[in-house]
């Protein structure tokens, strides 16, 4: 465990100097809480009754019988945004990793690293915690300043109530953390294969896609995310980081590594 | 301490090391010389249980490759091509990583002796990027020793450095071998390699020689002996050649060169045969071949001959005697 440890502590004072990644760690989780509150601000009593009638049907369902039109449209615009809270467990990670990985790469740090007692299965658990911890973390921020602001902006205790809807909170603290475990995996096993931390960001970043795939899905209404779709997107993610761990612990072999990177 | 057996390592279709058997004694300074792609690297990285070997078998410290790779990890302290410091952090920091990863029982206390003992220890909060190549360098060496390993692994040490710190990482490396440390030494420098070590290993994928420094010269050269004469004369020197005992002898720019297998015993021989000959003679000194012309030879004819063998210079011709 204290090897672990080391490799953790180790990244974080590695990474954390450099630039993008602090961005990405700091900036990201600000902007991702502003964005909601911002809508929040905005749609305070712009909505008329006579208004509620014209809006989607998907918007019905986000609404209960206590709340005006207007109410109802700040719940359902922000419920679109709380997806958006899943892109930092999926962005921040990458940018770590692939820092940390290609990192050793290129500055040959690796070769003294694997000459020490530590296991691949050691290594690479201090490596993923050290891009997962962080993402986690500023996941939950975000959230908890989300929140926090939504409570000092909206009145109705019944709007923030139905903003802070279960699955909301399941999809935060579960199904983040897990997005987060499938970042770290497929960061690792790209960064096994490629040379530039700048193309090892770019290929994970991709993963964002089919979040952004099911934020337009909801968007346009093709469907609503409950909390059943919430709970089995959880199951399905954990089979992958299972199937995940696996690989990324199969592709990163010592003395491949060793003998092909360049 | 260090043994191999037809030890081989194969990347696809190119043989890297083919069957090396060499036995490294305790407390030994063992160089291993040959030219770049030799495979030398790859036979550090198969002895540091870094990579597996394709064939063959090796022991390191008692354990054995591929089979105990992780006590082997433990025992060595290998010194890698590159520094491979991380640059952003103080020097400090980076061998505490190191002697946690060792699982050192005093990390601290490891840390600021190796510190100190290389000079480093006023700069120790500063990151490694403000060094110079000498101070990373030792830096490095400091980071194989944490652990205090009995075998260590030094892949040109004093490779880029400039000849006042390539002079303090060699000092240390005697330093080293007086602690009883047993040194396989990777290096191009043949001068350090002359100096510090006790054997050295000629190596071109595979072995071609292993012995002292000093025999490899004879076995190449055989011992040479040059009188500086005032009057030197075609009719002593054909006397000289005749003696039973000389190999050959020569004039070269006015002086005498006698090839001969034991100087200690027969050059009184040779003095008193010159003076009755009505020589005079000025100086008497062996001729000493440098590592580096022992090496080239290896390595661009692949071969050396046997013990008490010699190569001697006919006319220009190269005959092996």
Redesign the interface.
Known sequence: MKKVQTIVLKEWAEVFRNRMVLFSVIFLPLLMAAIPLAIIFASRGSMTSEQYGEMPAQVETFCSAELSSGECFQVYMVSQFMLMFMILPLAIPSTISAYSIIGEKTSRTLEPLLATPITTFELLAGKSLAALLPAIAATYLSFGIFSLGSWLLIPNPTVFAAMMDPRWLIAVFLVGPLLSLVSVNVSVMISSRVTDPRAAEQLTALLVVPLLAIFFGQFAGFFVINRELVLAGALFLLLIDAILIFLSTQVFQRETILTRWK | MIQTENLTKQ?GSTLAVERLTLTVEQGEVFGFLGPNGAGKTTTV?ML?S???PTQGRAIVNGFEVGKQD?QI??S?G?L?E?P??????SAE?NLR??A????VRDPAGQVEKYLRMLGLWERRFEPTATFSKGMKQKL?IA??LLHEPKVLFLDEPTAGLDPESARLVRDFIAELRREGRTIFLCTHNLDEADRLCDRIAVFKTRLLVVDTPERLRQRMFGRKVVFHLRNPDEIMVAKIAGLPFVSEARLVDGRLLVTLDDPESRNPEIVRQLVMDGAEIQFVGELRYSLEEVYLRLVRNDSVPADGAAFVLKNGVEKKK
């Not at chain 2, 946690?100 to 699982?103: D, G, I, M, Q, S």
């Open positions: 990347f990285r540091a870094l990579i597996s992780d990890r433990r060595v290998v890698t590159t491979g410091l991380y640059d952003n952090l920091y990583i190191f946690n990863l060792y699982e490095a980071r194989a």
